[in-house]
């Protein structure tokens, strides 16, 4: 069984930064590509950002491009998204997922191309 936790959500006033973990555990994976979903309420959920196998290659939503940065550690497997400069805008809840099933070396956008989630973390963001 698979199982994805993420952690470090939280309050925090505009402009302000806070950083989310998310572990994986259970079954051991070769290799993966990871992403960060995120749903406002009333909205359907969106892609944030998303990161290789390796790390080295990552993409961002363009709503949050310059302002979070995705990372990983592969030894921990764990994958890290910072989130600087926060606004009204970004408050939601925060999912991390595993995409295993193809090229874990490709970066992998859409929601229904991920195999496991996590169970989410709420970020609140006051102006």
């Known amino acids: 069984q698979v199982q994805l936790v993420e952690s470090g959500g939280g309050l925090v006033q505009a402009g302000g930064s806070l950083r989310l973990s998310c572990a994986a555990s259970?079954?051991?994976?070769?290799?993966?590509?990871m992403g960060w979903f995120r749903q406002a309420p009333g909205k359907e959920r969106e892609f944030v950002a998303a990161?290789?196998?390796?790390?080295?290659?990552?993409y961002y939503a363009d709503s949050v491009k310059g302002r979070f940065t995705i990372s990983r550690d592969n030894a921990k497997n764990t994958v890290y998204l910072q989130m600087n400069s926060l606004n009204a805008e970004d408050t939601a809840v925060y999912y991390c997922?595993?995409?295993?099933?193809?090229?874990?070396?490709?970066?992998?956008?859409?929601?229904?191309?991920?195999?496991?989630w996590g169970q989410g973390t709420q970020v609140t963001v006051s102006s």
């Open positions: 997922a595993i995409e295993d099933d193809g090229d874990p070396d490709e970066i992998v956008t859409k929601e229904v191309a991920y195999d496991y």
């Open positions: 259970g079954r051991t994976f070769s290799s993966y590509a």
């Open positions: 990161i290789s196998w390796s790390g080295g290659s990552t």
